[in-house]
C-alpha cells in the first residue's frame, strides 16, 4: 500500500475532476502523487524517510498528509484544467513547500520520526547538508 492512494486525494479534488483530467487512466494520478512524495522526502533529510512514508491509515502524519495530498494534486491538475481553481491549488501547494522548507531548516519540528540509527535518541543529522545565510543587508548612509 502507498503512502496516499487514489481514493484519498477525493478530499482535495472531486472524482469528477479526477475522471476529466485523467480520462480514466490511473497511472496518471499515480504519477502525481509519486512526484509529490518523492519532493516532500528530499525535503524530510533529518526525519527516517522510509518509515514516514511506509506508515499507513492512522499511523501516518495528519498535517504531512494533507501537503503532499496538495503537492499530488498540484502536479496533476497540471494536465488540464478541466473546472479546478488554478489560483487556489497553486496557493495551497506553494503553502505545502513553504512548510517543508519550514521543517527543513528546523522552524517546525512536526510530530515525524527522526533518523536515529545509533540508538542514541538525537538526530544522525541529515544525509545531505543543510547550508544558507542571512538576508543581505543593504547600507544607506
Same mark, same amino acid.
Given at each position: 500500500?502507498?503512502?496516499?492512494?487514489?481514493?484519498?486525494?477525493?478530499?482535495?479534488?472531486?472524482?469528477?475532476?479526477?475522471?476529466?483530467?485523467?480520462?480514466?487512466?490511473?497511472?496518471?494520478?499515480?504519477?502525481?502523487?509519486?512526484?509529490?512524495?518523492?519532493?516532500?522526502?528530499?525535503?524530510?533529510?533529518?526525519?527516517?524517510?522510509?518509515?514516514?512514508?511506509?506508515?499507513?491509515? !492512522?499511523?501516518? %502524519?495528519?498535517?504531512?498528509?494533507?501537503?503532499?495530498?496538495?503537492?499530488?494534486?498540484?502536479?496533476?491538475?497540471?494536465?488540464? %484544467?478541466?473546472?479546478?481553481?488554478?489560483?487556489?491549488?497553486?496557493?495551497?501547494?506553494?503553502?505545502?513547500?513553504?512548510?517543508?522548507?519550514?521543517?527543513?531548516?528546523?522552524?517546525?519540528?512536526?510530530?515525524? !520520526?527522526?533518523?536515529?540509527? %545509533?540508538?542514541?535518541?538525537?538526530?544522525?543529522?541529515?544525509?545531505?547538508?543543510?547550508?544558507?545565510? %542571512?538576508?543581505?543587508?543593504?547600507?544607506?548612509?
Amino acid at each position: 500500500m502507498a503512502f496516499i492512494t487514489t481514493e484519498e486525494l477525493a478530499t482535495h479534488l472531486y472524482c469528477e475532476e479526477i475522471e476529466v483530467i485523467s480520462r480514466d487512466d490511473d497511472t496518471l494520478l499515480m504519477a502525481a502523487i509519486d512526484a509529490a512524495i518523492a519532493e516532500a522526502y528530499g525535503y524530510l533529510g533529518a526525519y527516517d524517510r522510509d518509515k514516514i512514508f511506509a506508515a499507513e491509515g !492512522p499511523g501516518r %502524519n495528519a498535517l504531512l498528509l494533507v501537503f503532499v495530498k496538495d503537492m499530488a494534486v498540484w502536479h496533476f491538475i497540471n494536465l488540464c %484544467n478541466a473546472g479546478s481553481d488554478l489560483e487556489l491549488r497553486e496557493k495551497r501547494y506553494d503553502r505545502a513547500v513553504q512548510w517543508l522548507r519550514q521543517v527543513q531548516r528546523g522552524d517546525i519540528k512536526p510530530a515525524l !520520526p527522526i533518523a536515529d540509527e %545509533n540508538g542514541d535518541g538525537k538526530p544522525d543529522g541529515a544525509a545531505e547538508y543543510i547550508y544558507g545565510s %542571512n538576508p543581505k543587508r543593504t547600507q544607506h548612509f
